[in-house]
């Protein structure tokens, strides 16, 4: 990332810092979104966009940063691991200058053949994810994953402790958090919000756009005058209002 002095050390106040400075110059951003079927974005949004895509517009239109380049690198049905055994194609080859992650509705899992992984086990991928991301002086975004439908879903329904270890991870790591489990739970009114979802765990364009509303939001992607973010909002809206 652009940065004329020594760079501060690493933490989430240093490195919002730095986006924001970075945002204001002319010079071209890297911007990698990485994680899993949520993030991947296909199928379950019906035609709709997914969340990389409003950043994308939000960035290289709204912000007119045309010469930025976003780059989604998810993989439906991935967990952390398989990011960081396949680093160099998902992360480090398109040198990044932010790296966002939202991963965990598969690590979660106790079904399928997968190994079932204990909640501290994923926060310790996830460190060493924050680790190398890092090591790229990318900054670093972490998103908890939304919410699941335990009940259709039990194999998932672990999710809210795996929720906790991103914030304990981000906290501990001093790392930027934005917290789509705390969001879904908000516009469930403290259950799984009906209305976002596709399935028992994935959102639908819907739920893509609250997602991308509260990434932007934390990120400062927030025009004035924007188009997009009134047109997020409202779908999110009448999405609650029809559940």
């Given at each position: 990332?652009?940065?004329?002095?020594?760079?501060a050390?690493?933490?989430?106040?240093?490195?919002?810092?730095?986006?924001?400075?970075a945002?204001a110059?002319?010079?071209?951003?890297?911007?990698?979104?990485?994680?899993?079927?949520?993030?991947?974005?296909l199928?379950?949004?019906q035609?709709?966009?997914?969340?990389?895509?409003h950043?994308?517009?939000?960035?290289?239109?709204?912000?007119?940063?045309?010469r930025?380049?976003?780059?989604?690198?998810?993989?439906?049905?991935n967990?952390?691991?398989?990011?960081?055994?396949?680093?160099?194609?998902?992360?480090?080859?398109?040198?990044?200058?932010?790296?966002t992650?939202?991963?965990?509705?598969?690590?979660?899992?106790?079904?399928?053949?997968?190994?079932?992984?204990?909640?501290?086990e994923?926060?310790?991928?996830?460190?060493e994810f924050?680790?190398r991301?890092?090591?790229?002086?990318?900054?670093?975004?972490l998103?908890?994953?939304?919410?699941v439908?335990?009940?259709?879903?039990?194999?998932r329904?672990?999710?809210?402790?795996?929720?906790?270890?991103?914030?304990?991870?981000?906290?501990?790591?001093?790392?930027?958090?934005?917290?789509?489990?705390?969001?879904?739970?908000?516009?469930?009114?403290?259950?799984?919000?009906?209305?976002?979802?596709?399935?028992?765990?994935?959102?639908?364009s819907?739920?893509?756009a609250?997602?991308?509303?509260?990434?932007a939001?934390?990120?400062?992607?927030?025009?004035?005058?924007?188009?997009?973010?009134p047109?997020?909002?409202?779908?999110?809206?009448?999405?609650r209002l029809?559940?």
């Open positions: 990332m652009p940065n004329a002095e020594s760079p050390p690493a933490s989430a106040t240093a490195d919002l810092q730095r986006l924001t400075a945002l110059d002319p010079a071209p951003l890297n911007w990698l979104i990485t994680g899993d079927s949520i993030t991947h974005g199928v379950h949004t035609g709709g966009r997914s969340y990389p895509e950043l994308h517009e939000l960035i290289r239109g709204e912000l007119a940063r045309v930025d380049i976003v780059i989604n690198s998810a993989i439906s049905g967990r952390i691991a398989d990011i960081l055994d396949d680093w160099d194609r998902r992360v480090a080859s398109w040198n990044p200058d932010v790296v992650l939202m991963i965990g509705t598969n690590d979660v899992s106790t079904g399928g053949e997968r190994p079932v992984l204990s909640a501290a994923y926060a310790e991928s996830l460190r924050v680790r991301a890092r090591d790229l002086d990318a900054v670093v975004v998103q908890t994953p939304p919410a439908d335990g009940l259709n879903a039990p194999e329904s672990r999710i809210a402790e795996f929720a906790e270890a991103v914030r304990r991870v981000a906290a501990e790591e001093d790392v930027l958090l934005v917290d789509q489990y705390a969001r879904y739970a908000e516009l469930g009114n403290g259950g799984v919000p009906w209305g976002l979802m596709g399935d028992p765990f994935h959102p639908n819907a739920g893509h609250a997602l991308a509303l509260e990434l939001r934390a990120l400062g992607l927030t025009p004035a005058g924007s188009r997009t973010l047109l997020l909002e409202a779908q999110v809206g009448a999405a029809n559940a």
